[in-house]
Structures are given as structure tokens and as C-alpha cells.
């Protein structure tokens, strides 16, 4: 079945920098589109990023420029470089794999 696993969330100050990964498995993850979404509290949960199988990549408005999508599909995994972070940006960051699926999720918390 398909697990998605993501890591590298946590707390770090207005105008820096974390890189989210997320390891994949039960699909052919280069074939398929993966995404990042994220959710803070009492606020719906909304696209950050898309990175297609060719590589094509789109983001949110309210992070083009500041965050970076990529894939490295020998070791089935998506990562997302979030730099010049802002406390807007706290929540719960999610990937997104085919067929609806997620992972459990990563915290990221900007504050001072």
C-alpha cells in the first residue's frame, strides 16, 4: 500500500530556513506528481507546492520565490526547501501522493 513518511519539520526563527522530506513507497514514484500542502490551525488545508514526474513544478503565490520543490526519484523521495521563513508560514506540512494519499504529517514552527 502507499506510505508516505515526511521528517524535517520543527522550530526555527522568522528568516530561516528547513528542508521537509518525504520518503515514499507501494507506487512507481517516478511516474507520479507528488505535492506538499499544509494546514494551520482553524484554516483549511492548501497547496504549497506540485512537482510533476517530468519534473514541472507550481507553487502557491504566498511562497514562490521562498520555497523550492524537488524530487529525487532514486531514493523516492520529495523534498521541500522552505527558506526566508515567516510566522505565517507555521503549520502542519502534509505530502501528497497519487490516488488521495498522505503522509501523518510534520510541524513547522516560525516563531522568535
Known amino acids: 500500500q502507499v506510505q508516505l513518511v515526511e521528517s524535517g519539520g520543527g522550530l526555527v526563527q522568522p528568516g530561516g530556513s528547513l528542508r521537509l522530506s518525504c520518503v515514499a513507497s507501494g507506487f512507481t514514484f517516478s511516474m507520479s506528481a507528488m505535492a506538499w500542502y499544509r494546514q494551520a490551525p482553524g484554516k483549511p488545508r492548501e497547496l504549497v507546492a506540485r512537482?510533476?514526474?517530468?519534473?514541472?513544478?507550481n507553487y502557491a503565490d504566498s511562497v514562490k520565490g521562498r520555497f523550492t520543490i524537488s524530487r529525487e526519484n532514486a531514493k523516492n523521495t520529495v523534498y521541500l526547501q522552505m527558506n526566508s521563513l515567516k510566522p505565517g508560514d507555521t503549520a502542519v506540512y502534509y505530502c501528497?501522493?497519487?490516488?488521495?494519499?498522505w503522509g501523518q504529517g510534520t510541524q513547522v514552527t516560525v516563531s522568535s
Open positions: 512537482i510533476f514526474s517530468g519534473g514541472t513544478t
Open positions: 501528497q501522493g497519487p490516488w488521495g494519499s
